[in-house]
C-alpha cells in the first residue's frame, strides 16, 4: 500500500557530507509527517528530524546546526542533507512516514524504510 525508496547513504570521511533522499508512494490520501531516524550498532534507534507537510521542522540536538530536513510535498520526497559528518554519526539510517487513507479509514499511520548505512570513516 505504501512504498518507500530510500537512497544516498555510502562511505564519507569525517567533515564530509551527504544528502539522504526517501521518495513515498501509495494509493492513499496523503502523507503526513515524514523524517529520519537512525540505528547505531548496539544503540537504540533514535530520531534525527522530522518535518511535516506544512514545512515545520523537528530535530535531535545533537544534530541541529549540522543536518537540515527538507521536502518536496509534490514529489513526496523527505531529503536529509548532513554537513559536517562525524564518525558517531555512522548508523542506519530510517525514512519514515506517516500516512493517511480516508477511504480505508486509516488515519496517521506509521510506515519504516529498509534503511540506508552511512558510514563515516577515514
Known amino acids: 500500500q505504501v512504498q518507500l525508496v530510500e537512497s544516498g547513504g555510502g562511505l564519507v570521511q569525517p567533515g564530509g557530507s551527504l544528502n539522504l533522499s526517501c521518495a513515498a508512494s501509495?494509493?492513499?490520501?496523503?502523507?503526513?509527517?515524514m523524517g529520519w531516524y537512525r540505528q547505531a550498532p548496539g544503540k537504540e534507534r533514535e530520531l534525527v528530524a522530522t518535518?511535516?507537510?506544512?514545512?515545520?521542522?523537528n530535530y535531535a540536538d545533537s544534530m541541529k546546526g549540522r543536518f537540515t530536513i527538507s521536502r518536496d510535498n509534490a514529489k513526496n520526497t523527505v531529503y536529509l542533507l548532513m554537513n559536517s559528518l562525524k564518525p558517531e554519526d555512522t548508523a542506519v539510517y530510517y525514512c519514515?512516514?506517516?500516512?493517511?487513507?480516508?477511504?480505508?479509514?486509516?488515519?496517521?499511520?506509521?510506515?519504516w524504510g529498509k534503511g540506508t548505512l552511512v558510514t563515516v570513516s577515514s
Open positions: 519514515n512516514v506517516r500516512w493517511t487513507d480516508y477511504i480505508q479509514g486509516y488515519y496517521d499511520m506509521p510506515y
Open positions: 501509495g494509493s492513499i490520501s496523503s502523507f503526513n509527517k
Open positions: 518535518i511535516t507537510s506544512g514545512g515545520s521542522t
